[in-house]
């Protein structure tokens, strides 16, 4: 996994507003779009792109990572390497699209596709959840429904438990055939974790994502996890990664919170080492934020990649779905020789 030195770059960078096909409802916000800043990087012969959408509560988004790429051109310009950027910029959005755009400059310099160089064995269909987004019960029951072929299905919460539990007790009614799971988003304190988790546990929910808030992860210690919990925003880079064990089960890779697939592979390693398991996700996103967390998605145990079925407008080539799995094809991203690409 050991970068290749870099000659002088030239770069492109531009956002773009990628909107979604309805609103999306999760605890304490509601998004119309996931606008995205996306990087192409040329040694004059090969080009690698990147896209990312930064972490919205973080407050990096992009039009402040568009001014942090622009701002350091020169630098990036000058020659880049993976391992160089992860020391020029912290993790999150700006530093994925970079880091993603190098994979796979990289990828195409060496006429090996990133998922080789990055020590994955061949490439196969993933099973994903798909998400339905916090809503009245009767409103979710219909879109778990909608999703006929999936059979993984992760519901949005809102913090509000009586109501919480009724949206998971309709979906479970409406679909009893799937793994279900839930995504809190910070919406609860501890009062709330017991009543939660015997609810979740009697609906045959099968993960509880992020209940706590960033910073309160204390909360959950002496918690009886009745099924496991999994850190998202409580886990964002690698150096959080040692402190998870005993409050959580489970860490959520995304590359937009770790700065991309370089560090999102370190932190698979390291959890697996302290006996974790490991699961993927992006920040909605169109293809191009999927594909390299499909690369890191043959090394996880849980795989939310489904941003892309949310846009009004996706790559093509784009990733695939079908009877509930996604498949990411060479040409989407990251094949050792570049193929013909709408943007």
Request: with cysteine.
């Amino acid at each position: 996994m050991s970068p290749q030195s870099s000659p002088r770059l030239t770069m492109k960078v531009r956002n773009e507003p990628l909107e979604f096909t309805s609103p999306f409802r999760i605890s304490g916000y509601v998004f119309k779009a996931m606008p995205a800043t996306v990087v192409t990087l040329s040694d004059g012969e090969f080009e690698g792109r990147g896209e990312a959408a930064g972490v919205y509560y973080l407050d990096d988004n992009p039009d402040s990572m568009l001014a942090t790429i622009e701002g350091l051109r020169a630098t990036i310009e000058s020659g880049l390497s993976r391992d160089s950027l992860r020391e020029l910029l912290p993790p999150g959005g700006a530093r994925n699209a970079l880091d993603c755009a190098l994979w796979e400059l990289e990828s195409r310099r060496a006429s090996e596709p990133v998922w080789k160089l990055a020590g994955v064995s061949l490439p196969h269909s993933l099973l994903t959840t798909f998400t339905v987004g916090a809503d009245e019960p009767d409103v979710m029951a219909h879109g778990a429904r909608a999703w006929a072929q999936a059979r993984a299905i992760k519901l949005k919460l809102t913090g509000e438990l009586a109501l919480d539990i009724a949206r998971v007790q309709a979906v479970r009614a409406a679909r009893p055939d799937v793994w279900l799971a839930v995504d809190a988003n910070q919406g609860y304190s501890r009062d709330g974790f017991a009543p939660l988790m015997i609810a979740l546990r009697n609906a045959g929910v099968s993960l509880l994502e992020q209940p706590c808030r960033r910073g309160c992860e204390a909360e959950l210690d002496g918690i009886e996890h009745l099924i496991p919990i999994a850190a998202d925003e409580s886990a964002l880079s690698l150096g959080e990664i040692d402190a998870l064990p005993g409050r959580f089960d489970v860490v959520n890779i995304k590359l937009d919170k770790c700065g991309g697939l370089t560090e999102g592979l370190l932190i698979a390693a390291k959890a697996r080492e302290l006996g974790l398991q490991v699961m993927v996700g992006n920040m909605a996103g169109s293809s191009w934020a999927a594909a390299p967390a499909f690369v890191l998605g043959q090394l996880c145990d849980i795989v939310d990649l489904d941003g892309p079925l949310f846009l009004k407008q996706d790559r093509i080539p784009g990733v695939q779905y079908s009877d509930g799995r996604v498949d990411c094809p060479e040409a989407v991203w990251g094949a050792a020789q570049a193929a013909v690409q709408s943007e």
